[in-house]
């Protein structure tokens, strides 16, 4: 029965990350002032800071699905031109 749990997220691409692991992330590829203008939500725009930013997406079931939809965005994005670039060679 054990099993069960991490068969289910065997096909989860967000497992075994952090929700400051995702923020950290994005700010660094997107910057505070690119990000609030992807997910105009004001931890990212109004004074923002990782702490405050993941109080807010802790509570706020919506944000939160909107950070990591972005995030997995900006991994497929990266992906894909990692590939063309080896395609390239």
Not at 21 to 36: D, S
Request: charged content about 25%; hydrophobic content about 30%.
């Amino acid at each position: 029965m054990s099993e069960q749990p991490n068969a289910s997220q065997k096909n989860n691409p967000l497992h075994g990350l952090t929700l400051e692991a995702i923020v950290t992330a994005l700010v660094e590829h997107y910057g505070w002032e690119e990000l609030g203008q992807q997910i105009n939500i004001r931890c990212f725009t109004d004074n923002p800071s990782i702490k405050s930013s993941l109080k807010f997406l802790r509570k706020t079931p919506w944000a939160r699905e909107k950070v990591e939809s972005l995030y997995l965005y900006v991994q497929r994005r990266q992906a894909k031109s990692k590939k063309e670039g080896q395609d390239g060679l």
